[in-house]
């Protein structure tokens, strides 16, 4: 199946720095990417929308602001966290669909774990 | 926006016995149920989707139903053995390439050897 690459898996920061996690699709081209956010046993929840060459689509309740996405090209995603603090400690995850493949199937990062100190 | 209930949030099973999951989605219009799985601080993996076309499908120990006039799906794993322990997602979306999946709570089964 399709390959989607999260970097980094784990980062520790302190309170008000920024962090940037990457996400890509190694071997598809995607036009979309998704992030989604895991609290400790808890569910994912749908953050964003990532597009291709356009803004991002964020959910309710979401700050754009806070959460920055760009997604330059058809195999990279980015998400920064902008001004983390200890609340945005969490496992984001972004995920990925290869639009030649008609099964529908998502494919999701290894995830990247955020400590903010 | 589509809303998945999933039950039960946790399930424990003696290894041999059957495990069944159970989702209810609130959108009409979605038409593609996937099953993860996920272990502790690992990407979730697909272990299992359905398509509303279909009512039924099996691979190997697991199966998944879907019941679209009453919007649930259920997953089913046959003889458990103790590396099924994990957290089990069920999720809803209008599957193409630029849909969102909508997920369920999550189940976490234990298997008991």
């Known amino acids: 199946g399709a390959v989607v690459s999260q970097h980094p898996s784990w980062v520790i920061c302190k309170s008000g720095t920024s962090v940037k996690i990457e996400c890509r699709s190694l071997?598809?081209?995607?036009?979309?990417m998704f992030w989604y956010r895991q609290f400790p046993k808890q569910s994912l929840m749908l953050m964003a929308t990532?597009?291709?060459?356009?803004?991002?689509?964020?959910e309710q309740g979401v700050e754009k602001d806070k959460f920055l996405i760009n997604h330059a090209s058809l195999t990279l995603s980015t998400l920064t966290v902008t001004s983390a603090h200890p609340e945005d400690s969490s496992f984001y995850i972004c995920?990925?669909?290869?639009?030649?493949?008609?099964?529908?199937?998502?494919?999701f990062g290894e995830g990247s774990r955020l400590t903010v100190l | 926006g589509e809303n998945v209930e999933q039950h039960p949030s946790t399930l424990s099973v003696q290894e041999g016995d059957s495990a069944v999951i159970k989702c209810t989605y609130s959108?009409?219009?979605?038409?593609?149920f996937p099953w993860y799985k996920q272990e502790l601080g690992k990407r979730p993996q697909l272990i299992i989707d359905?398509?509303?076309?279909?009512g039924e499908k099996k691979d190997q120990r697991i199966a998944v139903t879907l019941n679209k006039t009453a919007k649930h799906f259920s997953l089913h794993i046959t003889e458990t053995q103790p590396e099924d322990s994990a957290v089990y997602f069920c999720?809803?979306?209008?599957?193409?390439?630029?849909?969102?999946?909508?997920f369920g709570g999550g189940t976490r089964l234990m298997v008991k050897p």
């Open positions: 359905i398509r509303s076309n279909v």
């Open positions: 999720a809803a979306s209008i599957g193409n390439a630029g849909n969102m999946l909508t």
């Open positions: 990532s597009n291709e060459g356009s803004k991002a689509t964020y």
């Open positions: 995920s990925a669909r290869d639009p030649t493949d008609n099964t529908g199937e998502l494919f």
């Open positions: 959108d009409s219009a979605s038409n593609y």
């Open positions: 071997d598809f081209q995607a036009t979309t």
